[in-house]
T-cell receptor, first 111, second 114 residues
């Protein structure tokens, strides 16, 4: 069974703090995606990482794909209340249309 | 359309009723996925279409669940004889390419079975 474990499951921090969310698996992924979901809406794609060791930045968000393509992290610098939401990682296995989804990290940024 | 749309946004059904949930994917998107999502959890795969062909229905929880996409665009997820455990948000996603499988989601339909 392929699993994608996210940690922490829940995180509540003050505005201005930094945080990191992790996504780990024993499986090797051809790509890994990060989504953010707000209440009452569907997930929205933030980034796709493809190459082992790859780092992508999206404003205050930094995404990293592990060298072995089994894990990924999302780091947010100086978190803002607008960053509040459910963060989901999803991995794509070779030659497979299905995404393997993590259970999500619920992030709350308090003003 | 500009994005994936789903209707209805909310559905309340009495136990035993049949429901039909609609998904309008992004025009031209070949792949269409249905997911079930519990509150605060990640999406759980239900079924996958490539154009009009249902290539994978392994995630459908029972034979009460049925999905179709007859013309390769709009899709309908039907649940017969609804049960309380069917209460969840049902998400539809479409994708234009199998490469990286980047999915675009609709807002979901929240189904509540009383």
């Amino acid at each position: 069974t392929q699993l994608l474990e996210q940690s922490p499951q829940f995180l509540s921090i003050q505005e201005g703090e930094n945080l990191t969310v992790y996504c780990n698996s024993s499986s090797v992924f051809s790509s890994l995606q990060w989504y953010r979901q707000e209440p009452g809406e569907g997930p929205v794609l933030l980034v796709t990482v493809v190459t082992g060791g790859e780092v992508k930045k999206l404003k205050r968000l930094t995404f990293q794909f592990g060298d072995a393509r089994k894990d990924s992290s999302l780091h947010i610098t100086a978190a803002q209340p607008g960053d509040t939401g459910l963060y989901l990682c999803a991995g794509e296995l070779d030659s497979n249309y299905q995404l393997i989804w993590g259970a999500g990290t619920k992030l709350i940024i308090k003003p | 359309g500009a994005g994936v749309s789903q209707s209805p946004r909310y559905k309340v059904a009495k136990r035993g009723q049949d429901v039909a949930l609609r998904c309008d994917p992004i025009s031209g998107h070949v792949s269409l996925f249905w997911y079930q999502q519990a509150l605060g959890q990640g999406p759980e795969f239900l079924t996958y279409f490539q154009n009009e062909a249902q290539l994978d229905k392994s995630g459908l929880p029972s034979d009460r669940f049925f999905a179709e996409r007859p013309e390769g665009s709009v899709s309908t997820l039907k649940i017969q004889r609804t049960q309380q455990e069917d209460s969840a948000v049902y998400l539809c996603a479409s994708s234009s390419t199998l490469s990286y499988n980047e999915q675009f989601f609709g807002p979901g339909t929240r189904l509540t079975v009383l």
